[in-house]
């Protein structure tokens, strides 16, 4: 038995998208040949083998609820509600990929339906994975009329693994209308990449064919560009490609004319409503209704689509268009995602970042997020926090969209407190992405696995497009994050500088890239500043640039509530500090104290790590290469793990502390997380996904020392793991800030936030108005 998942929504209609589920069964061999000779069908099953769907539909009706619909033979139908019961309902709900049901509704609840009743007196016993596998009177044996038509109510959590696919909510013609292209006809737009403007292509049943252009839409032209990752479209100049066109089709050296007379290189009519994932979820009309004795696309040409880019797929010198969502400061963004374009949904709200409930989530409102971003249309909706539990509040949930909202704030929807929402609903979305043909532009050889191996990139040396390997100087975790990302890899595990033992490509062993500095958002090495002429101080060979690639990372970010809660000042015997000061902890003034006399003034606090990734955070080299620490009598598996810097307004220095990882280890766990890393009797250290590291107040080096400090404001910082030493999928939230008020006796920390609890521009406008009151410059 095979059990294929799929969601399909009728474009247009207000009612949230349906979902339907594929239960191919096959009853065994032996029982089949015996019925078979008696004239009869296996008893209690659908007497016809094959495909199987169901759908929940109703006026209004949520996707967990609705009137019980079955296709068979190409139709739709209904059930009656003859002895359906709530074992019946468990079966559908969890067939439609929920965890349960939680009723069911007799005598046509959500209106009757159309159609044939296809099932009647269904007796499952509950443990069923299909309706299939019920007892039932037989496809279409029923005594009942539709005011009979069962209704099922769903548990809205849905199962783990499952997700609203665009590949899954195509009907039968999808298999055959595969792909879409553009193909530029002007030779600007050929220059382009990507290519943004073009005649537009489908493939159908492997061969491509251009639509025809005759009732073509600006909807039409929408869906086709959110299917090639562009999140617009624009209106193009239909008379000059008119014109291009009747000069082709004069010329004879063009075979145009000709083609055109034969229907296979058309497609006749699309209409779209501009909602679609797909083309394939439009009307398509292949060929005319007439067939052979009519020639498709009669006086008409090829349909013409310019798309707009987003900003990060936009030439360096083109500025966004200021009239799109995108242009403003986004007040939604992705997290988690291993490639561009992917991640857990997060709202800005109330000048703090929350997440969405996957509750009614579908490829429509995933869609609005995604165009919001700069993207195209969304080609899968993820549910059950696949891509990581987030932190913090969880803003919206039922979120419901139309398909033309500009921003996920026009959809509606309701508060996330309001339905019991857990963070394990957290809701998450895959977007189409332009093809911008980097990723054949870097490739790894060398290595054990396609994951790893040396980099060797393509660019252009004395106008020859040459492939060589790039030099490890500078390179590091960000540098390594976009190769990975480049090359579809997800994130890096290892940025290796030293790579003699794995044998690269030959011919392409000369370095061609020198000084590669990444901030980590682009799209390719390509993009990444380097010098001009190549300088590698190490040369060729061994130490040319290597990644191991990984498809999940750990993300680790501070508990910023907790340090302002817990923050104070000390002043502490030098008597009690003799190992701090070995390790660095004490300001360098604290060398010329008079030992053991005096104190020094420490602000204390605690911190509390939380791994809010998809992968356990470990330290970057197994036990073996601990260091032992005879003073605190433990090993340090991360010399630097946190620095405590506090900073004046302008961002000077004037104070500073760090604390090694003695003890990487899972302090916390929530309810049915088991402690994996433990630091006792030399254990393994690290902090396991969904868990809390705790570092108290009262540990040695949990300080800052600030006994030179003089009364003021200041900023209080703590940066996590900040020298990138162990990969993370997002470094941005790596550092936490603090107001800081010293009066020379007392110490007031507030407004702590970690680096991306706020709009890119919220601190940075926070510190100037800031420096404008204290006549900083």
Known sequence: MVI??????????????????????????????????????????????????????????????????????????????????????????????????????????YGQGEGPIWLDNVRCAGTESSLDQCGSNGWGVSDCSHSED??????????????????????????????????PILASTRRRSPVTEGAVEVKYEGHWRQVCDQGWTMNNSRVVCGMLGFPSELPVNSHYYRKV?????????????????????????????????????????????????HPACPGGMHAVVSCVAGPRFLPPKVKP?????????????????????????????????????DHRWNLISASVVCRQLGFGSAREALFGAQLGQGLGPIHLSEVHCRGHERTLSDCVTLKGSQNGCQHENDAAVRCNVPDMGFQNQVRLAGGRSPEEGVVEVQVEVNGVQRWGSVCSDHWGLTEAMVACRQLGLGFASHAIKDTWYWQGTPGA???????????????????????????CSHGTGRFSAGVSCTDSAPDLVMNARLVQETAYLEDRPLSLLYCAHEENC?????????????????????????????????????????IWHQCHRHYHSIEVFTHYDLLTLNGSKVAEGHKASFCLEDTNCPTGLQRR???????????????????????????????DVGPGNYIFQVVVN??????????????MRCRCKYDGHRVWLHNCHTGDSYPADAEHSLEQEQRLRNNLI
């Open 4 to 109: 294929i998942v799929t969601f399909t929504h009728c474009p247009g209609t207000v009612a949230p998208a349906a979902l339907d589920v594929t239960v191919m069964w096959s009853p065994p061999a032996t029982l089949s040949l015996f019925l078979l000779l008696l004239g009869q069908a296996p008893p209690g099953r659908p007497q016809s083998p094959g495909t199987t769907k169901l759908r929940l539909v109703g006026p209004g009706s949520r996707p967990e609820e609705g009137r019980l619909e079955v296709l068979h033979q190409g139709q739709w139908g209904t059930v009656c509600d003859d002895d359906f019961a709530l074992q019946e309902a468990t079966v559908v709900c969890r067939q439609l990929g929920f965890e349960a049901a939680l009723t069911w509704a007799h005598s046509a609840k």
């Open 150 to 183: 069962v209704g099922v109510v769903c548990h809205p959590q849905r199962q783990r693994g499952i997700s609203e696919k665009v590949s899954n909510a195509l009907g039968p013609q999808a298999q055959r209308l595969e792909e879409v292209r553009l193909k």
């Open 245 to 293: 066109w009747n000069l082709k089709m004069k010329d004879p050296k063009y075979r145009l004319k000709s083609l055109t007379n034969k229907n296979s290189f058309w497609i006749h009519r699309v209409n779209c409503l501009g909602t679609e994932p797909h083309v394939a979820n439009c009307q398509v009309q292949v060929a005319p209704a007439q067939g052979k004795l």
């Open 321 to 357: 268009r200021r009239k799109e969502p995108w242009a403003e400061e986004p007040k939604v963004r992705l997290r988690s995602g291993a490639q561009v374009g992917e991640g857990r949904v997060e709202v800005l709200m109330n000048g703090q970042w929350g997440t969405v409930c």
């Open 509 to 535: 062993g000369d370095v061609v890239m020198s000084g590669v500095r990444c901030s980590g958002t682009e799209l390719a090495l390509q993009q990444c500043q380097r010098h001009g002429p190549v300088h």
């Open 586 to 626: 004490l300001s360098q003034s604290a060398d010329h104290m008079d030992w053991p006399y005096g104190h020094r003034r420490l602000l204390r606090f605690s911190t509390q790590i939380y791994n809010l990734g998809r992968a356990d955070f470990r330290p970057k080299t197994g036990r073996h290469s601990w």
């Open 677 to 707: 890393y433990a630091c006792a009797n030399f254990g393994e250290q690290g902090v396991t996904v969904g868990c809390w590291d705790t570092y108290r107040h009262d540990i040695d080096c949990q300080w800052v020392d600030i006994t």
């Open 722 to 735: 900040p020298k990138y030493e162990v990969a993370e999928s997002d470094f941005s939230n790596n550092m």
